[in-house]
């Protein structure tokens, strides 16, 4: 048993006057900062779901043109003033000192660097109701002189998001850009504020998708628009061509850019990004600026039926617009037709970069990895050999090899490939820089000294790293304060024998920060969603055994048959297997917990799963291992499988149950825990979580579950979260979900169920809470969990 101390990096950088911008770094509110950055971490921990959100969320570090430094968001919640507060800083890559930018760049909804060589300039995103309601503001201002040199390039006539640049413009007097936004049918820019109202509120449908993840389907669709920031004429801002900054005696550029932007699409049954998640991830604008490369849905083909989505290449100016031409359709030297992700051109424009899945309908197949030839049109495949399932791709600066992450044993590593002209008959498999925690970005800096990593462990959220390429160590740049973080968990891996021959079934095993080895804890079995998913060495804000470990348990995570990370076989060995080889691998990790660890009391002992882990647990109750736990919680969880035709991808079904129920009625009813003989099992107390806005699993299933416990006499409690979809995120219902959890399990184990005072979400002498509207978007540190969804 291998065994890992502290899973994050706790210790925080003290934030102090930086030797370049002198003019951010050494502000008044940064010297303020300096005298609380460093603080000393608790012996025994108090840490608390309050904690976990009330830390802060931060987006990816990106760098600017010379790798010097990296701009990040960072938001934190207050449940005393019961709202978000925001904030764009800046990170100096030597230093690892961060600072936040002044002003009202503060309220912009995106900041990205402008493209090309520039290293100061910036460019964001701000909500209007100039010219019109549901407007947005393009602004561009200098890093040195924040406030003084901001100004507004464009107003929008919608809302607009994902702003991309082209990263080498040949001028710089312009540089061309393109965002995402919603267009009506005719490929007009939608804006929803200006919508004529309806005046009733039916819905008809003839075809699919009616709703997708939590919301019914419109006619609009999202489609990429383009854009050029230019540099401004000397009459149209201030009355020069470039602000005067008196106090350093230094002129700054000022840009404009037309606030008529141009549907690169224009043809409504295309639409990039892809819902539900899609982001700027799904296209790439080449360096050049001429073209731009995006990931659509297949248009001839049943969204609800098929997984299938291919590249399209079409060019940014409206001179030469074609439509788009899809690259990577099926054809005799191009056999992959499943899903397909992260566009990624070369640097030299020469070579696009992605990901393709194999087989369409099959949304968690490997990702391989593929080289198109810009100029030829021909497709090669790369990395043949390598049994992990990469989820992004994307290019050093000289273009020479290709850099990628991808889930390793519960990690999520950075790999490098060899050579990129030796890749078809080169080494097959990239050789992996780092070892622990999850990688959720990564930025190879302009020099290739190093790469710039955002990662996440189980014990932290987002920190930022360096990557040196020549001493191939990574060096600690800055990490987030934690309220009440534990000083340090023991995280081990546990391999036992799977059910499987010539498998082994991966745990990772949380303990408390004030563990003691001569005393016994309570354990908290968890069971991952998916079902092809896993526990991993990573941050959540919706399920993180830290929580659990500091209310004073000792957390299994269970990754059996089924989970990625472990290769295509072990992954794909759950289809049509829902409740045979991954029940087992439960089983049997569970009993070597209760034969070999003697400081886990299995006499005390909770399960807790959600979506396919929810489904599990009521799968458990029919069964004996539902007998071995003391209470059981299943949120958003299948409780009959033959009524999941009232779900919205209906791939997912076909696809993990060998068809649709009326082709395969035996397959699900071999796998359904509502099997009259399981169902008059059920005997264990449990906790149902189940919310209204979840189209993937709806709420029926939840109910049905909760009936069947109460008509049958076991303790059970229900809990339903108005407003909220298959994840509970709006930070006070989270609260509130936690303490239910907490609570309902310390009660069957013998700890505090004083749970609710401390965690302060219910009102003295009210059975419920007030309500308090808190705006929520998935927002980036949820992203990497947005396949934890079944």
């Known amino acids: 048993m291998k065994i890992r101390l502290g899973g994050g990096p706790w210790p925080l950088r003290l934030i102090t006057t930086a030797s370049t911008l002198s003019s951010l770094f050494t502000s008044p509110t940064a010297v303020a900062a300096a005298a609380v950055g460093i603080r000393t971490m608790a012996t025994s921990s ?33 449940f005393k003033d019961h709202k978000f507060t925001k904030e764009w800083n800046i990170l100096d890559i030597k230093t690892g000192e961060a600072k936040a930018l002044p ?49 507004k390039a464009a107003s929008f006539p919608a809302s607009v998001s994902n702003l991309v640049f082209q990263s080498d413009p040949e001028s710089s007097d312009s540089v061309n850009f393109v965002v995402s936004a919603l267009a009506e049918p005719s490929g007009k820019i939608f804006n929803k504020q200006l919508a004529p109202k309806k005046l009733d509120t039916g819905r008809v449908y003839s075809e699919l998708f009616v709703r997708h993840w939590d919301s019914w389907i419109e006619k609009e669709k999202s489609a990429i628009f383009a854009g050029t920031l230019t540099k401004a004429p ?53 360096p050049d600026g001429k073209h731009v490369a995006f990931v659509s849905k297949a248009p001839e083909l049943n969204p609800a039926l098929n997984t299938a989505t291919y590249i399209y290449l079409v060019s940014h100016s409206d001179k030469d617009w074609k439509e788009p031409k899809a690259i990577n359709k099926p054809s005799a030297s191009h056999k992959h037709h499943g899903a397909t992700s992260s566009p990624q051109f070369s640097p030299d424009g020469r070579w696009i970069a992605f990901l393709q899945m194999n087989e369409n ?22 990395l043949k050999g390598w049994d992990r399932s990469p989820d992004s791709v994307f290019w050093s600066p000289k273009g020479d090899f290709l850099y990628l992450t991808a889930a390793d044993q519960a990690r999520t590593k950075l790999w490098k490939t060899g050579p990129v002209g030796k ?63 534990p000083s340090s968990n023991e995280l081990e891996d546990l391999w036992v024998d799977g059910a499987a021959s010539d498998t082994k079934v991966h745990s990772l095993v949380l303990k408390p920060s004030n563990f003691d080895s001569s005393k016994k804890y309570p354990l908290a079995f968890l069971i991952h969603g998916g079902p092809q998913g896993n526990w991993a060495d990573g941050w959540s804000t919706r399920w993180n055994p830290l929580v659990y470990a500091e209310a004073g348990y000792v957390v299994v995570a269970v990754n ?41 009391d299995t006499d005390r002992a909770v399960a807790l799963g959600a979506s396919y882990g929810g489904y599990m647990i009521n799968w458990i109750q029919g069964h004996p291992l539902g007998r071995e736990f003391k209470a059981l919680v299943c949120h958003d969880g299948i409780f009959n499988t033959q009524s999941m035709l009232s779900t919205e991808e209906l791939y997912f079904n076909a696809h993990d149950f060998g068809g649709h129920l009326w082709e395969v009625p035996e397959n699900y009813q071999k796998w359904n825990p509502a099997q009259p003989e399981f169902l008059r099992e059920w005997k264990t107390p449990e906790l149902v979580i189940h919310n209204p806005k ?60 004083d749970v609710v005072g401390k965690e302060g979400w219910r009102e003295e002498g009210e059975e419920g809470k007030k309500v308090v509207d808190v705006k929520v978007d998935a927002g980036v540190e949820e992203k990497s969990e947005v396949r934890e969804d079944l």
């Open 103 to 151: 002003g009202s760049i503060a309220e912009a909804s995106e900041v990205v660097w402008v493209g090309g060589k520039t290293t100061d300039t910036l460019a964001y995103l701000k909500s209007s109701d100039e010219p019109v309601k549901g407007s947005t503001e393009l602004w561009v201002t200098n890093i040195d002189n924040i406030e003084e040199t901001a100004h």
């Open 423 to 485: 890749l078809a008959g080169g080494p097959s498999e990239p050789k992996a820089l780092t070892t622990e925690n999850t990688v959720t970005n990564a930025y190879p800096l302009a020099d290739e000294s190093g790469v710039l990593l955002s990662l996440t462990s189980i014990t932290s959220p987002t920190f930022y790293s360096l990557y040196d390429t020549s001493s191939e160590k990574l060096r600690l740049l800055n990490s987030p304060v934690i309220p009440n973080a």
């Open 560 to 600: 059996p048959t089924g989970s990625t990370s472990y290769g295509k076989a072990f992954c794909d060995a759950i289809q049509n297997n829902w409740g045979g080889t991954p029940y087992e691998d439960l089983v049997l990790t569970f009993n070597h917990l209760k034969k070999e660890l003697s400081y886990i």
């Open 46 to 78: 108090n840490f608390t779901a309050k904690d976990m959100l009330e830390a802060p969320r931060r987006s990816a570090a990106v760098p600017n043109g010379d790798g010097t430094l990296a701009l990040f968001s960072s938001r934190s919640y207050s």
């Open 694 to 753: 979840d189209y993937r699993l709806p709420i029926s299933e939840g109910l049905a579950a909760f009936n069947r416990l109460q008509v049958g006499g076991v303790e059970s409690k229900l809990v339903v979260f108005e407003g909220e979809n298959h994840w509970v995120l709006q930070p006070e219902n989270s609260l509130r979900w936690h303490g239910e959890v907490v609570g309902w399990i310390n009660k069957f184990v013998g700890l505090s169920t």
């Open 234 to 286: 000397k009459s149209s801002f201030l009355g020069a061509q470039r602000v005067l900054n008196l106090v350093k005696s230094k002129t700054y550029d000022t840009f404009t850019a037309d606030s008529n932007l141009r549907n690169l699409i224009q043809d409504a049954k295309l639409e990039s990004p892809v819902a539900p998640f899609g982001d700027s991830s799904h296209f790439s604008i080449s």
């Open 361 to 382: 309908g099959y949304e968690s197949d490997k990702n391989d990895v593929f080289l198109y030839n810009v100029r030829s049109e021909s497709i090669t495949q790369v």
